[in-house]
T-cell receptor, first 117, second 109 residues
Framework: GAGVSQTPSNKVTEKGKYVELRCDPI?????LYWYRQSLGQGPEFLIYFQGTGAADDSGLPNDRFFAVRPEGSVSTLKIQRTERGDSAVYLC???????????????FGPGTRLTVL | AQRVTQPEKLLSVFKGAPVELKCNYS??????LFWYVQYSRQRLQLLLRHISRESIKGFTADLNKGETSFHLKKPFAQEEDSAMYYCALLKAAGNKLTFGGGTRVLVKP
């Protein structure tokens, strides 16, 4: 079946603009995660959804970042007033369940490379 | 807060030689540890997890709680093992993965 998909694959924007990044999880997966990966570093957690609600948004760096998952499937990460430091690869992952042995394996999407000029 | 450290940014080995990727973590509870791999132009994917105690593609990793380590080993590296490897930790009853900085493995012919 299809894996996690993310659109766009690349996004170039100017400082101060607003961007939206989309994630389509694997069908039936209830948990969805956003991570950010800066150059030369490992992924860093941003936010996690269980169903429609954000269960943990402790990784969002500031209030310019916001994410939604209104119907418990597709999620959108929104960044307002982008800054050059926001440039990174944004990864989405989904898992069948949020917890439980083997049920919580996170499957990653290909990522969206965001460049803020 | 939990932390994962991968001290080697790059490991370069010859085909057929052993390879060991180091991973150390700091966490006061009982974590779940993973190794993820990213091959060129592919997405991040799970290689193995400590609870499964399996050997995947010839790789094994043992959780050493005394040394808080989860090193990844393969006795005979192959060229197709060239990739980025990330060690990751999941807190007990947690959901978010904490990743190390990654180690690039280059297997030379």
């Amino acid at each position: 079946g299809a894996g996690v998909s993310q659109t766009p694959s690349n996004k170039v924007t100017e400082k101060g603009k607003y961007v939206e990044l989309r994630c389509d999880p694997i069908s039936g997966h209830t948990a969805l995660y956003w991570y950010r990966q800066s150059l030369g570093q490992g992924p860093e957690f941003l936010i996690y959804f269980q169903g429609t609600g954000a269960a943990d948004d402790s990784g969002l760096p500031n209030d310019r970042f916001f994410a939604v998952r209104p119907e418990g499937s597709v999620s959108t990460l929104k960044i307002q007033r982008t800054e050059r430091g926001d440039s990174a690869v944004y990864l989405c992952a989904s898992s069948l369940r949020a917890s439980g042995r083997y049920l919580n394996e996170q499957f990653f999407g290909p990522g969206t490379r965001l460049t803020v000029l | 807060a939990q932390r994962v450290t991968q001290p080697e940014k790059l490991l370069s080995v010859f085909k057929g030689a052993p390879v060991e990727l180091k991973c150390n973590y700091s966490y006061s509870g009982s974590p779940e540890l993973f190794w993820y791999v990213q091959y060129s132009r592919q997405r991040l994917q799970l290689l193995l997890r400590h609870i499964s105690r399996e050997s995947i593609k010839g790789f094994t990793a043992d959780l050493n709680k005394g040394e808080t380590s989860f090193h990844l080993k393969k006795p005979f590296a192959q060229e197709e093992d060239s990739a980025m490897y990330y060690c990751a930790l999941l807190k007990a009853a947690g959901n978010k993965l904490t990743f190390g900085g990654g180690t690039r493995v280059l297997v030379k012919p």
